[in-house]
C-alpha cells in the first residue's frame, strides 16, 4: 500500500498535536483527579475553621511614620544656614564635574594628538616606501627597455652574419 508523502506529514503532526496538548494539559488532570480521589473516602475526618485571636497586621505607618514621607524636596528649606549649604555643596559638585569633564577632555585631546602623530609618521613611512618602490620600478623598466634594444641589435648583427655565411657556403645545422 503506497501512501502519499503529505498523508504521512498529516499523520506526524496530528500525533505531535496530540502529545503537546497532553503535556500540556495532562499535570493539570493529574492533579485534579488526585486532589478529587482523595476527596472521595469517608474515613477522612472534615477539617474544622480555625478560630484564632491574632491581633491585626502592623501598618507601616504604625511601625515608622516617617517612613511614608520620603520626599526630601522640603528639607532644610527653612533654614537659611542649612540652604547655604546645600547650595555650596551644588556649587563645589558643579565646579568638580566641570574640572572632571575638562581632564577627560584633555586626555583625550592627548591621546588622539598622539595617535595622530603616530598616524602622520606611519604615512610618511608608506610614502617613502612606495616612493622607493617606484623608484625601483621605472629602473627596472628602463633596464628592461634597454635590453631589449640591445637584443633587437644583436638579432640584426646576427642576420647580418648569417647572410655573410650562406653566401660563402654554410648550410647552417
Keep these: 500500500m503506497s501512501r502519499r508523502p503529505g498523508t504521512c506529514l498529516r499523520c506526524c503532526l ?12 495532562g499535570p493539570a488532570l493529574y492533579w485534579k483527579f488526585n486532589k478529587g480521589f482523595r476527596r472521595l473516602p469517608a474515613t477522612s475526618p472534615s477539617c474544622t475553621p480555625c ?6 497586621p502592623l501598618s507601616l505607618f ?22 547655604e549649604e546645600v547650595e555650596k555643596q551644588f556649587v563645589d559638585l558643579l565646579t568638580e564635574e566641570m574640572k572632571l569633564q ?3 577632555g584633555q586626555e583625550r ?27 625601483a620600478t621605472e629602473t627596472c623598466e628602463q633596464a628592461r627597455e634597454r635590453a631589449e634594444a640591445l637584443m633587437i641589435k644583436e638579432r640584426k648583427v646576427t642576420s647580418s652574419w648569417e647572410r655573410r655565411a650562406r653566401q660563402l657556403g654554410w648550410d647552417g645545422e
Design 14 to 25: 496530528v500525533v505531535f498535536a496530540v502529545v503537546s496538548a497532553f503535556c500540556v494539559s
Design 102 to 104: 575638562e581632564t577627560v
Design 62 to 83: 504604625a511601625i515608622a511614620p516617617g517612613l511614608l514621607n520620603l520626599s526630601v524636596t522640603g528639607c532644610g528649606r527653612d533654614d537659611p544656614d542649612m540652604k
Design 51 to 56: 478560630i484564632c485571636d491574632c491581633p491585626p
Design 109 to 135: 585631546t592627548y591621546h588622539m594628538n598622539i595617535t595622530f602623530g603616530e598616524a602622520r609618521r606611519v604615512a610618511s613611512q608608506y610614502q617613502r616606501e612606495a616612493e622607493k618602490c617606484n623608484v
